[in-house]
């Protein structure tokens, strides 16, 4: 061809929202522009200010489609490519970027994306976020009343090695009926029974001396000698 026709749009020169937006609603005629194209155009108008409304209005879409849309601009690289070769569903990409607050969460969801365990895991991280949440209002809760609280055995043993090390001497944990009168003190401490919020569990700090001859309720700070009646910090360090 020598000769194409085209029409020129004198009336768009300088205003760039208005230039994207012509040539979305032109695109969005093609059967091959993918929901990432259409997802960065949304947030290059929404960036230049042209409201929800207004971009639903001009490319005949519903204001909920170009908000969904539009987070995929935000997303990983690696959403992104996923989104593009249809390895993950729009619905799953935004279903897991609701997580990325909780990385641990995330990154373990992230594995999933497009298999057919999906639907249990986001189902089982939602739990998850549940209880977080809860533990941390539990939490507050206790820190309020000037309670020491190791949520964890992990942060349970590295409180053991630094009040150890503090003292000069190996302490031991004494795993208590229930809450103590003086929970105040820097030697007692509060957890979570198997991260359970609505399971307290307190424990008292031992000198050497005290935990000599142990009873059932002397415990480790570490997961792995959970049946170990005592570990000191020495070994914890």
């Given at each position: 061809?020598?000769?194409?026709?085209?029409?020129?749009?004198?009336?768009?020169?300088?205003?760039?929202?208005?230039?994207?937006?012509?040539?979305?609603?032109?695109?969005?005629?093609?059967?091959?522009?993918?929901?990432?194209?259409?997802?960065?155009?949304?947030?290059?108008?929404?960036?230049?200010?042209?409201?929800?409304?207004?971009?639903?209005?001009?490319?005949?879409?519903?204001?909920?489609?170009?908000?969904?849309?539009?987070?995929?601009?935000?997303?990983?690289?690696?959403?992104?490519?996923?989104?593009?070769?249809?390895?993950?569903?729009?619905?799953?990409?935004?279903?897991?970027?609701s997580f990325a607050?909780?990385?641990?969460?995330?990154?373990?969801?992230?594995?999933?994306?497009?298999?057919?365990?999906?639907?249990?895991?986001?189902?089982?991280?939602?739990?998850?976020?549940?209880?977080?949440?809860?533990?941390?209002?539990?939490?507050?809760?206790?820190?309020?009343?000037?309670?020491?609280?190791?949520?964890?055995?992990?942060?349970?043993?590295?409180?053991?090695?630094?009040?150890?090390?503090?003292?000069?001497?190996?302490?031991?944990?004494?795993?208590?009926?229930?809450?103590?009168?003086?929970?105040?003190?820097?030697?007692?401490?509060?957890?979570?029974?198997?991260?359970?919020?609505?399971k307290?569990?307190?424990?008292?700090?031992?000198?050497?001396?005290?935990?000599?001859?142990?009873?059932?309720?002397?415990?480790?700070?570490?997961?792995?000698?959970?049946a170990?009646?005592?570990?000191?910090?020495?070994?914890?360090?």
């Amino acid at each position: 061809l020598t000769r194409v026709p085209c029409v020129i749009r004198e009336d768009l020169v300088g205003d760039d929202a208005a230039q994207i937006q012509a040539m979305l609603s032109e695109n969005l005629q093609r059967s091959d522009l993918n929901v990432v194209e259409e997802g960065d155009a949304y947030q290059d108008l929404l960036d230049l200010g042209v409201k929800p409304a207004e971009i639903a209005k001009s490319t005949g879409r519903t204001q909920k489609l170009v908000k969904d849309r539009a987070k995929v601009a935000g997303a990983p690289e690696e959403l992104r490519t996923k989104l593009i070769a249809r390895e993950a569903t729009l619905e799953e990409v935004l279903t897991l970027q609701s997580f990325a607050a909780y990385p641990t969460i995330y990154e373990h969801l992230s594995e999933y994306l497009g298999t057919h365990n999906w639907a249990f895991k986001v189902a089982w991280a939602k739990e998850d976020v549940k209880r977080q949440k809860e533990i941390a209002k539990v939490t507050a809760a206790l820190a309020a009343d000037g309670v020491h609280v190791v949520p964890n055995h992990t942060l349970q043993g590295k409180y053991l090695a630094a009040r150890s090390k503090e003292r000069g001497e190996n302490l031991y944990w004494e795993k208590l009926p229930e809450r103590p009168y003086d929970a105040e003190s820097p030697d007692v401490v509060a957890a979570f029974e198997y991260g359970d919020p609505g399971k307290i569990v307190w424990c008292r700090l031992l000198t050497e001396q005290d935990a000599d001859e142990p009873g059932e309720d002397v415990l480790s700070a570490s997961a792995e000698a959970a049946a170990t009646k005592i570990i000191s910090a020495k070994d914890k360090a």
